[in-house]
């Protein structure tokens, strides 16, 4: 068995034990959130989840699952940030799943990656991997367009190329550890500076 049939069946097997953990997701209601995103997210995130800094991440269209995930883990600390941890102080359980229902909501805008060479380099990461240094292909979690797996992984596409950068730097410092299984903080830990760069270029023209 080659390496890179290893390594996806060790992402499928850790991705079913991570579902499996997974309570059923309460639906939320974007009309009770309007009012936190207007005087709280819309000024990193944009009011419609389209930010306009490319450290903050876009939340249109992402899994509503997962921005209450990530809510709850701000709020306990399982996920660190000196920005988020204020802001998330005072939200309560139904805020975070409002505030999910609501940014899934959103449209997403298109947009260009800049970088052609980056692109090219990156998509072949995306799309295969690196065998040689046992770097899973992204597509295998997030999907070959980037949509993510709803409740597992989240959606990538049009997500600021700065912003993924800076997350699998994270992971590979340890920095953020809130990935079930610490599975990202294996995988950047075996990428190269380069192939960080390439992959989050790549994905900020997915759409």
């Known amino acids: 068995m080659n390496k890179s049939v290893v390594l996806l069946a060790g992402l499928l097997l850790a991705t079913a034990s991570w579902a499996s953990t997974g309570a059923p997701a309460a639906k939320g209601d974007p009309a009770k959130a309007q009012k936190i995103v207007n005087d709280v ?3 990193c995130h944009g009011t419609d989840g389209n930010s306009t800094s490319p450290i903050y991440p876009n939340l249109a269209g992402q899994h509503p699952e997962y921005i209450t995930k990530q809510l709850k883990e701000f709020k306990s600390g399982a996920r660190r940030n000196a920005t988020m941890a204020p802001n998330v102080t005072q939200l309560s359980a139904e805020d975070m799943v ?5 940014f899934a909501a959103q449209l997403t805008k298109a947009r260009q990656a800049k970088d052609p060479a980056l692109v090219a380099e990156g998509k072949k990461l995306y799309m295969g991997g690196n065998p040689g240094s ?3 292909a992204c597509a295998s979690c997030h999907g070959p ?3 993510g797996i709803p409740v597992q992984f989240p959606r990538l596409a049009g997500q600021h190329a700065k912003y993924v950068l800076i997350q699998l ?3 590979r410092t340890g920095d953020r550890a809130n990935d079930g299984g610490k599975m990202m903080q294996t995988i950047a830990r075996k990428m190269t500076d380069q192939e960080m760069r390439a992959v989050a270029e790549y994905i900020s023209g997915l759409r």
């Open 134 to 136: 046992g770097v899973p």
């Open 41 to 43: 997210c819309g000024a």
């Open 98 to 102: 409002n505030l999910g229902a609501y």
């Open 169 to 171: 730097q994270n992971f």
């Open 145 to 147: 367009a980037g949509s």
